[in-house]
Structure formats: structure tokens, C-alpha cells
């Protein structure tokens, strides 16, 4: 547990139950603070993690606009709960649970 109170996993520990995939693309998130950009850092069936210029807060709900490249691009609109928050590199990898099972190939 933390000095904020919020129990984290230690550090490595694997969040998802699912394989998590390395991709390039982006996301839209909109919540009730209008709307920021973050670039997409690896998705699962189960979730994303994103990068993010300032922290959100864990257990808020937002809508992601999901837009992953490849041949196809691949675009996707998905109600998503922050699960964690981790300052890094001058950013915030935030992970989002959500549902992408017919995202993720």
C-alpha cells in the first residue's frame, strides 16, 4: 500500500490476465473534464495502457477513442475505468480496463 492509501501492485507485477500487445496509435479520452490526446502504448482483450502528459484518477470512467495503426487502421469507441496511474519518464502510463476482446486479433 501506498502513503496515498491506494494498494498498487509491485512493481512488474502483471495487471492483465491477458497478453498485452505492443502497438502504435492513439487515443481520444473524454470524461468530464473535456477531452485529452495520449498515445496508445500496448493493449490486451481486457484493456490499454496509455501515455499521458497528466495523471488521471484511478477508478474514473472515461470514453476512449481508440485508433490503432495497421494495415487496416483499426478505430474503436469503448467506456473504460482507470486501473492505474504510474508517473514515467515525464508522463503517465495510465492502464484502462475495458472490454476489447473483438479488437485485439
Known sequence: MRESGRFELPLGAERRGQARLPVRGFAIIKGGRGRALAQAVDISASGVCLSLSHPL????????????????????????RVCFCLASNGAYRIGFNCCLDDFVE
Open 57 to 80: 484518477e484511478v477508478g474514473e470512467a472515461y470514453r476512449l477513442d481508440l485508433e490503432i495503426h495497421g494495415d487496416p487502421p483499426r478505430v474503436k469507441s469503448v467506456l473504460a
